[in-house]
C-alpha cells in the first residue's frame, strides 16, 4: 500500500496530546491496536503526525484495519505501511471520508449502489466502530471490494 495521507489531523479518537513524545504517541497507538484486539506482530513508530506500522498480520482486512485506527487518531494525518505484510492477501478495500450529514446507508448507496448493503461498511470496520449510526466528519472507513467480504 504505502503512505496514505487521506486522514485529517484535527480529527479522530483523542489517544495522546499532540506535544507527547514520539514514545508516548506510538504506545498509545499500540495499545488503542491491542484494545481492538487486531492479531499479529505488530510495531508502531511515530515521526511528527506520520505513523509507521510495521511487522506482520494474518490478512489484507487486518492491515488495513490497523491503518484506520492509527489514521483515526487524533493528531495524525499520515500512515506508511511499507514494513506491514499480511500472510494472506486479499482484495484491497476502497477508502472513504466521513463527511457531514453522512450516513452508512447513504455510503453503501455510493459505493455499492445499495442503502442496504450498510452493514458490510459497519462489519468491515468493527471493532472500530461499535454502532452503525455513530460515524463522524473527517472519519476513514474501509469499503471492502469483494462481493460479500465483511472482514
Do not use: C
Not at 496514505?4 to 496530546?17: A, C, V
Not at 505484510?85 to 484491497?92: N, V
Not at 462489519?123 to 473527517?138: F, Q, S, V
Amino acid at each position: 500500500m504505502g503512505l496514505f495521507d487521506i486522514f485529517k489531523k484535527d480529527s479522530g479518537k483523542e489517544l495522546f496530546d499532540e506535544a507527547s513524545d514520539a514514545e508516548v504517541k506510538a504506545e498509545s497507538i499500540r495499545r488503542e491496536i491491542d484494545r481492538m484486539g487486531l492479531e499479529g506482530d505488530i510495531k508502531v513508530r511515530v515521526e511528527g503526525d506520520k505513523v509507521k506500522i510495521s511487522g506482520k498480520v494474518p490478512d489484507q482486512a487486518t492491515k488495513e484495519k490497523l491503518m484506520a485506527i492509527a489514521g483515526n487518531t487524533k493528531h495524525i494525518a499520515r500512515v506508511d505501511d511499507d514494513g506491514l505484510a499480511a500472510t494472506r492477501g486479499g482484495t484491497a478495500a476502497k477508502w472513504h471520508r466521513v463527511e457531514s450529514g453522512d450516513t452508512l446507508s447513504g455510503i453503501a448507496k455510493e459505493h455499492y449502489g445499495d442503502p442496504n448493503a450498510y452493514h458490510r461498511i459497519f462489519e468491515a470496520n468493527k471493532p472500530m466502530l461499535e454502532d452503525p449510526d455513530k460515524i463522524y466528519p473527517g472519519q476513514v472507513l474501509r469499503i471492502p471490494q469483494e462481493e460479500g467480504a465483511v472482514a
